[in-house]
């Protein structure tokens, strides 16, 4: 896709809002191969706005993979992925932004020698005008720019409830703070889909608790009204969090449905036994 094309699905992009009844963001047919192995094969998942749709599967069954097509890291080899309604046939990490769509990624991924509201303000940078780098260089305009990213920062620190660690930098915060910070840099661009892998690894109880409030808080927030698919193996965690569930193995949908549909069936139950000897319900919480 050329770079017109992008810009017109950004001009009417995460203000216009999808449709009535229009997916948010949906994925068709789509087949990702890496030399003789098919990590997606003809994989399609739909993601209606407000919605938290839940993608779960056995270690390698493509479900990072799937979050790195819909961001544009992984362009497929066949199928499409449509946002808010329009085709992106090559989108780019560095448009998604404008498209509305924020990833987190397995892992944290923090700068280490920025603070937790200077990483989370490069995630508000489409909402403020020249942004955090002109911010940085003191270019013209970056003065109020910095007000602006600076708020939104606190906005997005404070939703995740890490509005007291803004000072800090990642290496003095906790796994669990980390993973909060780097949440709150996805939201601060205020993204119309947020997409997370693994966002429960590493996490205690009361933060697992905690970031289950916090999925259905942002999906059912008015103003916010955001749309996430999850990636997770935290079984508990996805069946209290999702709408619905589409199940990955060996890179095909297995199975697709409400979070009970899916752990009452019986080729979900068969692709965890055969991996690791657990039932569905019983898949790592790590
Ligand atoms: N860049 C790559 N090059 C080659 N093979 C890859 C690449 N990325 C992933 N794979 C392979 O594709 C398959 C799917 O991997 P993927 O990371 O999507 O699985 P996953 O479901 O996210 O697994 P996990 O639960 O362990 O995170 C695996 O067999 C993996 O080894
Ligand atoms: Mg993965």
Redesign the pocket.
Known sequence: MNDSSVHDVSAGGPGRGPGPGEAVLEVRDVTVR??G?T??DTVSLVVPPGHVVGVI??????????L?VLCGF?RPDHGEVRIGGSPQRDIRPHQLAALGVARTL?GVGLFSGLTALENVMVGATRQAGAGFWSSLLSLPGAGRDERKLTGLGREALDRVGAGACAGARPGELSYGMRKRIALARALAGRPRVLLL??PASGLDETELAELGQLIRDLATDRDMATSLVV?E?HMDLMMSVCDTITV?DF?RVIATGTPQQVKDDPAVTAAYLGTDGQGAEGAKNE
């Open positions: 890496f030399g192995l990590a997606l599967g056995p270690n390698g069954a493509g479900k990072t993979t799937l790195n992984i397995q892998d693994e990636v193996h990955l890179g």
